[in-house]
Structure formats: C-alpha cells, structure tokens
C-alpha cells in the first residue's frame, strides 16, 4: 500500500472514535425537534419568498467549500446555511403562490407517516423482511381501490392488487414489461420487432422513455394525432383505424396508454370505448391518472372510470393531488402474476419458507428495484387522520378556486380561456393584440409575470396554441392567492398592453 496522498488527515489521530454515535436517542430528540421548530417556521414563512428560485445557474458552488469538513460542524451551523444558502435556490413548491405544472400535494398526516417510514427504514423486498411492509400496503391499496370504486378484480381482496410505484413512468414501464413478455411468450421473443404501442400525441413523454426501456421499435411507438374538436383526447375511431392498418402489415397491437387527464390540458380520454377497441385486439390496456385520476374518489368525477373493468392496469400518483409527498404513484392490475412472471427474480440470500411457498407477495417482484421504502405508513397516516370525506373536500375545494380563476379569465376581455377546465387546471391566454404575435405576447406575459416572484405558472403549446397553464393544487393555497394570481397576471398584462399600444 502507497502512503496518502499528502492533505490526507487520518481520523484516529484527530478524533476518538469511540465517541462517534450517529444514532443516540437523546442527539436524535434534540435535533430533530430543532428541526421541525425549523420545517413549522418553513411553513409559516414560504409564502413571504419568491416562488420562483431567482438565482442564476452555478449559484450554490460560490457559497459552499470546496470540500468536506474533517471536524464535525454544530448542527445549528448547518440549519444557518439551509436558511441562508439553500433557500435562495429553492423553487418553492408548498408556496400557496405556486400554480405550475402539476402541483406536489403534502400534509401533516404523511409527513409524520414519512417520518415513521424513515424511522423504521424496513426494506421491505419479501414479506419477511417486513411482514407489516407488505401487509400494510397490500391493505392500503385495497382501501384506495374502494375509494374508486374500482371493480374487485383489481383487489387483493378479489383476484387482482396493487403496489406502490415511486412513479407513474415505473407502473407504465412494469405493465409494459408484463404486456411484452405474456405475447412474447406466445410468438416468440424474436418476433420483439413487430410489438406495437399505442398513445396519443398528448400521452405524457414518460411513455416513450418507458417504450425504449422495455425495447419496443421506435418504429413502432403510434403517437396518434389528437384533435381540437375531440377535445384533444384520443379518438377510438382513429385508433380503431391506425391499429387495422398495422395489423395489415403483420404487426402485432400490444399495448395501449390511456389518460385521465393529460398534462397540457387535462383532457381525458374516452376509457370505455378505448378499451373496448383494444380489447378486440387482444391488447393490454393501461390507464395513466397521475393527475386526473386522484379526482374520481369523488361520486362526480367517477364516470371518468368508467370501462375500468375492461382495462388491465391502472395507476395514479397521490402525490400530485391527494397530500402524500413526492414518490407514491399507486398501481393496480387485475393480473398481477404476469408483472410476477415478468420481473421475478429468486437469489438463494433471499429465499425463505414463506416465498418459497407462495401464500405471501414479494413486492420486489412488482417493481424495478429491489429495495423499497414503507411508504404505506404515509397513506395509511393520510387516510385514516382526514379520512375519505375530507380527501373529497380537498379535491372539489381546489376545483373551486380554479372555477374562481377561470371567472375572473373570462371577465377580462383581454383574456380567453383555450381548452375546456375539467379539473384544477385552467388553459388561457391574452388574445390578440394589435396585429402582435400571440404565442410571443404571451411568452412574455409569462416571462414577467413569473420574474416578479409573487406567482409561479408554466406553459404548454398544444394543436399550435401557445398557452399558460394555472393550476391549484398547492396544499397551503386559499381563495386570496388565487385572487391575488390574477391581480399580478392583470397588471403584467396591462403594463404589456401600454407598452404596445403606444
Ligand atoms: C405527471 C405526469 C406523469 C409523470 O409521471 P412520473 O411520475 O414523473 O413518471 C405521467 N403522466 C401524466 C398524465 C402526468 O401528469
């Protein structure tokens, strides 16, 4: 062995290592109540920053050193520079400002289930690495597919189940995998090349990742073109069509992506139909409702399910729209032993009586990884401390501050709003404007309004219109910061305006 290379502090000489204890109990109470002291103070406050990080790129690396400390730093040094360094380039997703993208819902009640889920740090990839792991989830996902009124044969409780996913490009990746090898198994792995996909020109872009991740052609990914006068939703008459041809030509239809409510404009596909044209072809057919489909625990959005029967998998993310933090995409399968035979894997280290058995799920056979986290804690911690009514209210409490938004859009004749709002989402923009380019209109409207740090919104461009995309989601936003959006959006718009005209 080589002597180190010179700067190199052996710890022994500098540190008893006897008195090193990451874990001690009183540290741990001491710190982390000091901690949330700091995350309730968080809360209090993220209003009062820019909800759009200001800061330009490379930011972080001028405030921070070069390299790590040798000697511990105090805890309340640390907890400084989070405040003082970290802050400053947060995008703040929790401000009840933020109206981008889709939101990331959080509260209390997961965060405490997050914080057991970390406390415990089970890894649970078979039963017995944590019976209540898998127990709980299997429990938890059955409670959520009631609150769908999903038919029985997506329950452990009738002939299906459901798994917690981290996301919603993972459940479409799994089902995937589980469609490909089920028609391989049957024609012939050679015959990979001639699986074809099924999305339309709005299924979000994870389903191309995914189609690559499970080696389908590229040649064979249909992006069938949606239209305005559909709604920009998938058309089952066009499907019915493009697969007709494909088959034609000696393709075999495999799988077909379905959404309730699309990224751009929430727009929903037509399920029944959808499947019913699958169905003929022996497809499997998966229903993506990262956003949308949160909303159908409520007897009003329901009908959005309807010809869930008829599908093979569906998946939604909690974490977009019913308070369970980042990571927790809920998937369900009326057959789960196909993702099983897909995806199992039996090494000696993790055999065990009950396994081998087949009386208990291995969840790591229903996922990419193998390793996986107890986030069941947090939906368990969510549903049972609001309960279902409350989950409810909190879903048709946002679609009404977007009813709000969308009133006060349509009450200023400078606005309109482009595609129809079916959940929290409203798609609207300035018109035109003395013969001025729309799409740069309000490229700039966007650019200002979001400079301003008072309000965050994205864009989407969809059947060539540029357009801005509002959306209440955010857990601590109130009727005011919805007023308050719309009084900042008005007075950039006006500014704009004057600038223009004269
Ligand atoms: C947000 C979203 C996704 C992205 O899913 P990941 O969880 O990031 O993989 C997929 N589909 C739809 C409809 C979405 O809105």
Not at 148 to 159: I, Q
Not at 414 to 439: I, M
């Amino acid at each position: 062995m080589g002597s180190p290379p010179s700067g190199f502090i052996i710890a022994s000489e500098s540190l008893d290592s006897r008195e090193f204890k990451p874990l001690n109990p009183e540290d741990f109470r001491d710190k982390a109540h000091k901690a949330v002291d700091f995350i309730a103070d968080y809360y209090k406050n993220v209003e009062n920053y820019p909800v759009l990080s200001q800061v330009q790129p490379g930011f972080l690396k001028n405030r921070l050193s070069e390299t790590p400390p040798d000697m511990p730093e105090s805890f309340d040094t640390i907890l400084r520079d989070v405040q003082n360094d970290i802050i400053p380039g947060i995008t703040h997703w929790l401000s009840p400002n933020f109206f981008a993208y889709f939101p990331a819902s959080v509260s209390t009640a997961a965060f405490v289930g997050e914080m057991l889920c970390t406390c415990f740090n089970t890894v649970g990839f078979n039963w017995v690495a944590s019976p209540a792991a898998t127990e709980l989830e299997m429990v938890v996902m059955d409670w959520l597919a009631t609150m769908l009124h999903l038919p029985k044969s997506f329950m452990f409780s009738g002939s299906g189940g459901g798994v917690l996913q981290s996301t919603t490009t993972e459940s479409c990746l799994c089902t995937l995998v589980a469609a490909r090898d089920r028609v391989l198994n049957e024609i012939g792995i050679g015959h990979i090349g001639k699986l074809v996909v099924y999305g339309s020109d709005q299924t979000h872009s994870m389903f191309k990742k995914v189609c690559k991740l499970a080696g389908i052609d590229p040649k064979n990914i249909r992006a069938i073109p949606t239209r305005v006068e559909d709604e920009f939703s998938l058309s089952p008459s066009i499907l019915r069509k493009v697969i007709q041809a494909d088959v034609e030509q000696g393709l075999v239809p495999l799988y077909l992506c379905v959404t309730i409510g699309t990224t751009s404009t929430t727009a929903v596909d037509p399920i029944k139909d959808l499947a019913e044209v699958a169905n003929k072809n022996n497809m499997w057919v998966h229903i993506d409702g990262a956003y949308g489909g949160n909303a159908c625990i409520c007897p009003e959005y329901r009908h959005f399910l309807d010809g869930v029967e008829k599908v093979d998998s569906l998946s939604l993310s909690p974490h977009k729209w019913l308070l369970s933090y980042a990571e927790c995409c809920c998937l369900w399968m009326k057959n789960p032993d196909l993702i099983v035979n897909a995806l199992r894997t039996n090494p000696e280290y993790l055999r065990n009586k009950h396994s081998e058995s087949d009386s208990v799920v291995s969840y790591k056979d229903w996922q990419v990884g193998t390793a996986r986290r107890f986030k069941s804690l947090r939906l368990w911690f969510m549903l049972r401390s609001y309960g279902v009514q409350n989950l409810q209210k909190h879903i048709r409490t946002d679609v009404q501050m977007a009813i709000t938004f969308e009133r006060l859009v349509k009450s200023d004749v400078k606005f309109e709003v482009v595609t129809p709002r079916r959940f929290a989402l409203v798609c609207f923009r300035l018109k035109q404007l003395n013969g001025f380019d729309t799409e740069l209109l309000n490229k700039k409207l966007l650019e200002r309004v979001n400079s301003t740090g008072r309000v965050y919104l994205t864009h989407t461009a969809v059947g060539g219109i540029y357009m801005l995309r509002f959306v209440v989601g955010a857990t601590l936003t109130e009727e005011r910061h919805v007023i308050n959006a719309w009084e900042v959006i008005k007075e950039m718009a006006n500014t704009m305006v004057h600038e223009y005209e004269s």
